[in-house]
Each structure stands twice: as C-alpha cells, then as structure tokens.
C-alpha cells in the first residue's frame, strides 16, 4: 500500500510539475513512458544497493520535477508570498532533500510491480495528469 501511494504521488506530483522546458502535450505520455520503464529497470536490479538505485532515480525524476513549483503549492501561495526570495530558496532546497530522501526510504517496498498509463487527462483547468495503475 505504501508503494502504491509512492507511485501516485511521485507520478502525479512529476506529471503535474514539470519544469520551465515543458513537454509538448502530444510527447507528454511517450516520454514519461520511458521514464517510468527506466526507473522500474533501476528498481528490478536486485544487486544495486538502495542507495545507488535512489541516486539513478533521482537523476530520470529531476528532470521532470519542479522543485520551486511542488515546494510553493506545499506551501499555498499566501505562506509563500509572505516569504523573502532568500527564503523562498531556502524551502525550496530543504523541501527537495526531504522529498528525494523520502522516495529513496521507500524504494525497498518495491516487490517487481508495473505501472500501466492509462491515459493523459486534464487536470483542474490548466494542468494535465498522467493516469496511471499499478500492477
């Protein structure tokens, strides 16, 4: 159950804030296919120690995830207005350590699951979500 809450989350957080180079809608579905097939490959290898795997991991989802953006919806824009630049900075980098720590803590509860994209949606206006069912 923690895994699949782990993949829910990490998916929908990634799917939702993707960085400044954003995906074009149409490649949006390939591309994070791939992802998630590189990081099921990190995960199936049995003989990577946990933290080697968090490290593989880390480097396919840093390049989805917007760190400033997740850190600014934690915190809902009126808290996060009310913070200085430097501030602001600080959270951002303290909200990603303990978000990549996080995911890297959960990585043992991985037991050779699949993920199944069930489709893009779109997602309160603006926003669109990668559906996904894990297996």
Aim: a positive charge; zero cysteines; glycine letters at 2%.
């Amino acid at each position: 159950m923690k895994l699949k809450k782990l993949f829910k989350i990490l998916l929908l957080v990634g799917f939702i804030s993707t960085s400044a180079n954003a995906l074009k809608q149409d490649e949006i579905q390939d591309i994070m296919t791939k992802k998630i097939d590189n990081v099921l490959t990190i995960l199936e290898q049995k003989n990577l120690p946990t933290n080697k795997k968090g490290e593989q991991i880390i480097k396919i989802i840093d390049e989805v995830f917007d760190y400033e953006l997740m850190a600014r919806i934690a915190l809902g824009k009126e808290t996060w207005d009310t913070l200085s630049e430097p501030k602001q900075k600080e959270f951002t980098k303290i909200f990603e350590t303990k978000l990549k720590n996080s995911y890297i803590e959960k990585l043992e509860l991985y037991n050779d699951q699949k993920v199944k994209i069930l489709g893009l949606n779109p997602y309160k206006n603006a926003r669109l979500q990668l559906e996904t069912e894990l297996l």
